[in-house]
């Protein structure tokens, strides 16, 4: 009984002293009023309401309106310009705001925070009634559900890249294949030594005779050329060193190969070419001069005795032309493996030489992470997308897109918040984004004592929601967490809480750690809390790259700043 007349005595005190506080607000600030009106208080589903605040103050007095969403549960889709009109020594400031809710119920309007010079004011809250739309399901038609639109994916694939690579390597091949691999026509001496030495020597003959050495009386030439002729023919086919012998030499060994029946020659051509090779030696080193007439002869001679010479040589046998003919293979099998070898070295040339010159331009390790790969520089010279995340939205640009994850809240904070949470990777994949929205649903109010006063005490404590999301990593297992904060700006003005540092994050089924650094940024004004997540790896400089474009393109109202700027 004590306990009622004591709380009775402190709410009658309460309401005095509330009452007195505002008699003595209305006297000395006389001149400042702040009202509310809205066109409706029933709407339905989606529908719009025009929510207006006006404010009459004194014309040196600087108003504050609202911004950003502060209505909730309601959501502010509009906000007008303020209009100004005189009335008397005063102004009166009004500002419209269109409002709306998508699901179904009675929603109440916070009070909203109106600050004319250094003062505070809150307006009233105000209650407003969300109906459903009914339809007539006997009269409504129905339709069928539309098929899902397939959209083709777009590749991340450089198309470009991989045309240019394609045409280098088609180039290199077919200079390769032009100048090693292609059988280049024969030119005529490759022709004639191609021919067998019988062939070659008759050949050799024709284009003595046409060579009219004779008629210019170069008979020096002419016995050069004609003692090349047999002593060619006899080295290939008799004696191997006839080129080199003297004339008494070569005609010592023919008689002894003759001798031993290892070269049936008869004494007659072995005397001829004797003949011959001796008068020879005497034009070229005695500077004889014999008749024309008997030149011919000796080159008729010489044809003769070639002929002798074929005739006498005995058949190759089997054996002898199979060796002939694995000499062939073998020196084929050679020149293909010098073809092969050539081009190896010069392609391994071409590509140390490209390696080399991109490394000087663009760094090496740039080059190896681009022909070898690297997971970080893929993601970070990919097809980025910008969007935005929950409501009221977080606008930001990342690598890929991120999923929506239902996450499990218990059931007495589900009644009092709504929780979105967007997420690219995990924990254990080291790079990992996440954008999480959360929302009173039952906002908090703010006593009619606290109208004076300059600071509105924040729902959320962005040091403290740090603190919680650190143990949270602790109790996931992560280790070695170094903490540092720092209050970080968005590109639109948006001030929040920036904790940042590295820890260490145990793999699953091992004991190995892996050591990454993490970026949380909070953002929060009365009734919404904004957090953004981004763990990478450390010593990745793709990774730091990626995370630097990440923060920089965060915003909270991008529209709004953009009005701003204008």
Request: net charge negative.
């Amino acid at each position: 009984m004590k306990s009622i007349k004591l709380n009775s005595i402190l709410k009658f005190c309460g309401k005095r002293t509330l009452l007195s506080l505002a008699f003595v607000l209305t006297s000395f600030f006389s001149f400042s009023q702040v009202t509310t009106e809205v066109d409706t208080t029933k709407i339905r589903i989606g529908e719009q309401i025009n929510y207006k605040i006006n404010v009459e103050a004194d014309s040196t007095a600087l108003v504050v309106f609202p911004e950003g969403q502060t209505f909730m549960p309601l959501e502010a889709v509009e906000a007008t310009e303020i209009d100004t009109t005189k009335k008397k020594a005063n102004f009166l400031l009004s500002r419209i705001y269109k409002l709306t809710q998508f699901d179904s119920g009675s929603y109440t309007i916070p009070q909203q925070k109106i600050i004319i010079g250094d003062k505070s004011f809150l307006t009233d809250s105000l209650r407003i009634d969300v109906n459903t739309v009914v339809v007539d399901t006997t009269k409504q038609k129905l339709y069928d559900i539309k098929p899902i639109i397939e959209v083709e994916e777009q590749s991340d694939f450089n198309w470009i890249a991989l045309l240019i690579a394609l045409g280098a390597i088609l180039l290199v091949a077919f200079l390769l294949y032009w100048f090693i691999w292609r059988k280049k026509p024969l030119t005529e001496e490759e022709e004639i030594a191609l021919l067998p030495p019988y062939d070659r020597a008759k050949l050799a003959l024709k284009k003595l005779d046409e060579s009219q050495y004779l008629m210019r009386s170069e008979v020096k030439d002419f016995y050069s050329e004609l003692t090349f002729i047999i002593r060619k023919y006899l080295d290939e086919k008799v004696y191997d060193r006839a080129l080199e012998s003297t004339t008494d030499e070569l005609v010592t060994r023919l008689q002894l190969l003759k001798e031993g029946n290892q070269v049936p020659l008869s004494k007659e051509t072995i005397a001829n070419i004797e003949s011959i090779l001796k008068r020879a030696d005497l034009v070229k080193f005695a500077k004889s001069a014999p008749d024309t007439a008997l030149a011919e002869m000796d080159k008729a001679t010489i044809d003769k005795e070639i002929d002798h010479v074929k005739e006498s040589l005995p058949e190759p046998s089997e054996e002898e032309k199979l060796l002939d003919q694995q000499y062939k293979e073998e020196q084929e099998r050679k020149k293909k493996r010098k073809k092969v070898i050539l081009t190896i070295a010069i392609s391994l040339f071409l590509i140390v030489a490209t390696f080399v010159g991109f490394g000087i331009k663009y760094g090496f390790k740039y080059v190896k992470d681009t022909i070898i790969g690297h997971e970080s520089k893929e993601l970070l010279e990919g097809n980025w997308v910008e969007s935005a995340y929950g409501f009221p939205p977080v606008w930001i640009e990342t690598p890929k897109v991120l999923k929506r994850v239902e996450l499990e809240v218990p059931e007495v904070d589900d009644e009092k918040m709504k929780v979105s949470t967007f997420m690219y990777g995990t924990l254990l994949d080291v790079f990992s984004v996440t954008v999480n929205n959360i929302t009173l649903t039952v906002p908090q109010q703010q006593a009619p004592g606290q109208q004076g006063q300059k600071n509105e005490e924040s729902t959320f404590d962005l040091l403290k929601m740090s603190e919680e999301t650190i143990k949270l990593l602790e109790a996931q297992g992560v280790t070695d967490i170094i903490v540092k904060n720092d209050k970080i700006i968005t590109p639109n003005g948006a001030e929040g809480l920036k904790t940042f540092g590295t820890m260490s994050i145990k793999m699953p089924n091992t004991e190995n750690k892996v050591k990454a650094n993490y970026m949380f940024a909070f953002f929060a004004n009365k009734n919404v809390a904004q957090q953004i997540m981004v763990t990478w790896p450390v010593d990745d400089e793709y990774a730091d790259e990626m995370v630097n474009r990440i923060v920089d393109s965060i915003e909270l109202n991008p529209d709004e700043a953009v009005e701003e700027e204008k």
